[in-house]
């Protein structure tokens, strides 16, 4: 096959499978985020048994390889009843694999806002639920975003694990390719400069959100 | 307005084993300023702190107006979140650090709690909010974000943002020290306009000058003690106790050059 005719034929295939990791990122970015909030203001205001619980999910998901978690949940899901197709077991893997270090990362943001800015809101007389909404989550989205950032780009590569259970993401089309033209080098190149790309954009874009949401708050106030 | 009276009796309060206030008596009549001074770490933040519940007193009974704060009978089980909450919008507080919201502009602050607490339309909250931050001179700040401001002015943001709720009572917590000398008087100034207007004033505070001129009564605390209370010119000027002479001294000494 000659480089062109090995491009035009491999050319889309390759970018449908970028396609599909970038949106399993997103989706395991943007749930595996919402859980861990979810995680964290659970463990804050909920009962003390649920924040016991919730602290051991937290070291379980953290303790144990994502490829592990994905093969229990793909393969011994129906098992227990949970019979999912490929994609949907990769993207509630991916989020429930990220949600922990989310939460995490959210936890250190809550306690890095000053304890003065919910006792001014407190003495006014503010209900909690909005004391919360308003002031400590906003503040708390604000130190915590450049950690969330690296997180995300953490899980961009951990998308490469999905072709294990055969999502058809850019790893199992690489896989595919080099298999069937044994052009293994050019297959594994491509698709480091496709991640390299994505990391690229999304930090490109996380330090533009940065400055935006920092750009009344000075250093250390 | 009709300002509230404060009443302690045997107020005591702990940090774990930390004995932070002894049987502390104190009572403000209404419309009257009360100035707490004292060492560091004689507690005279918690004393303030206890009057609207930020930090719970462990026995003995503060109520302003006749009503109890933060528990249901003396001794007895806490308030609801509901009923604290109420008996807080009567009481604003300003805090040594200001305590703004930053990712707020000075209005939003202001109208923040006229929209959570009073449940105002946003329109009309924000037109309180520029009223009450015309009084305290920073009408031109309006859309300002804290971190642009000096600490005189986001102090008075934060008086502001107190008295936008219509409290009958305030505490200040050492409001200008945190503060560059040359800022401490525009905070001061905004301060005696209240007490003047008839404000019930606790105010903790190391201005010696604000509490001679301004406060009605002075108390002194020392070791979580209330030490004496009465006039400002008999506790600054013919201090009883050798530990209040004490602590003048070294405060003169300090500020002598």
């Given amino acids: ?221 | 307005m009709d300002a509230a009276s404060v009443e302690l009796s045997r107020v005591n309060a702990f940090f774990g084993p930390f004995h932070a206030l002894k049987d502390v008596d104190l009572s403000v009549a209404p419309g009257r300023v009360t100035c707490l001074i004292g060492p560091s770490g004689s507690g005279k933040s918690t004393l303030l702190r206890c009057i609207n519940f930020l930090e719970p007193y462990a026995s003995g009974e503060i109520r302003i107006d006749g009503q109890l704060v933060g528990y249901e009978t003396p001794g007895g089980k806490r308030m609801s979140g509901a009923r604290l909450r109420a008996m807080r919008r009567e009481i604003g507080m300003v805090f040594q650090a200001f305590n703004l919201w930053p990712h707020m502009t000075a209005q939003d602050n202001v109208a923040e709690g006229l929209c959570r607490v009073k449940g105002m339309g946003r329109a009309e909250a924000a037109a309180r909010a520029a009223d009450a931050l015309e009084r305290v001179d920073l009408g031109d700040k309006l859309a300002s974000y804290p971190s642009r401001l000096s600490g005189g002015q986001q102090q008075r943001v934060a008086i502001a943002r107190a008295m936008a709720m219509e409290p009958r009572l305030m505490l200040f917590d050492e409001p200008t020290s945190a503060l560059d000398p040359e800022l401490v008087g525009e905070v001061l100034a905004v301060m005696k306009r209240l007490a003047a207007e008839g404000m019930t004033m606790v105010v903790v505070t190391h201005e010696m000058g604000f509490a001679a001129h301004v406060a009605d009564r002075v108390a002194f605390m020392d070791a979580g003690e209330l030490v004496a209370c009465g006039p400002a010119k008999d506790i600054l000027h013919a201090p009883e106790d050798p530990r209040i002479a004490g602590f003048l001294r070294t405060y003169l000494e300090r500020n002598a050059f």
């Avoid at chain 1, 943007?30 to 463990?43: D, E, N, P, Y």
């Fill in chain 1, 1 to 221: 096959m000659t480089d062109a005719a090995f491009l035009a034929h491999y050319g889309p295939i390759l970018l449908r499978g970028f396609g599909v990791t970038v949106l399993c990122w997103a989706f395991g970015t943007v749930f595996g985020m919402a859980l861990g909030l979810v995680i964290t203001l659970a463990q804050r205001y909920g009962p003390r048994p649920l924040g016991w619980l919730l602290r051991v999910y937290i070291e379980v998901i953290r303790g144990t390889p994502f490829l592990v978690q994905l093969f229990v949940l793909y393969y011994g899901g129906p098992l227990l009843g949970l019979r999912l197709d490929a994609v949907p077991a990769g993207l509630l893997g991916l989020t429930i694999y990220g949600s922990p270090y989310f939460a995490e990362i959210f936890r250190a943001g809550f306690a890095a806002v000053p304890r003065g800015q919910i006792e001014a809101a407190r003495a006014i007389g503010i209900a909690e639920p909005a004391i919360v909404r308003r002031i400590l989550v906003p503040l708390a989205l604000v130190s915590a975003l450049p950690a969330l950032v690296n997180f995300a780009i953490v899980l961009t590569k951990e998308t490469v694990i999905l072709s294990i259970i055969t999502v058809p993401e850019l790893m199992y089309r690489v896989q595919n390719m080099s298999a069937e033209t044994y052009r293994f080098l050019e297959a594994n190149l491509i698709l480091a400069l496709f991640f390299w790309a994505l990391v690229e954009v999304i930090s490109r874009a996380g330090r533009r959100l940065e400055a935006h949401m920092t750009r009344h708050i000075t250093e250390g106030r």
